[in-house]
Nanobody
């Protein structure tokens, strides 16, 4: 399985950005796809996740601003980020967890929010 992330870039405060992650290979269910981020000097943290059944988890710091969705047929997961803040600046990584124990990471994509 490989994960290919795209959509990062430079955006002004308050602007939107959409990240996408496409998986290739055999994706067994149940699974969870999610987005994590890591800012300089910080640990990697969960931003949002969505199960193969559609259940979502979004951390409080982005709740109301970020939305996660997935297309199981296309094997993609999307993170729609609105009202971006400087503190959202980080490298964003997509992750796939199959059967609760097999983990795959995509390459990171840089998101920079300028004030």
């Amino acid at each position: 399985v490989q994960l290919q992330a795209s959509g990062g870039g430079l955006v002004q405060v308050g602007g939107p950005l959409r990240l996408s992650c496409a998986a290739s290979g055999s994706i067994f269910t149940p699974n969870v796809m999610g987005w994590y981020r890591q800012a300089p000097g910080n640990q990697r943290e969960l931003v949002a996740s969505i199960t193969s059944g559609g259940r979502t988890e979004i951390v409080d710091s982005v709740k109301g601003r970020f939305t996660i969705s997935r297309d199981n047929a296309q094997k993609t997961v999307t993170l729609q980020m609105n009202s971006l803040k400087p503190e959202d600046t980080a490298i964003y990584y997509c992750k796939l967890i199959i059967w609760g124990r097999i983990e795959y990471w995509g390459q990171g994509t840089q998101v920079t929010v300028s004030s």
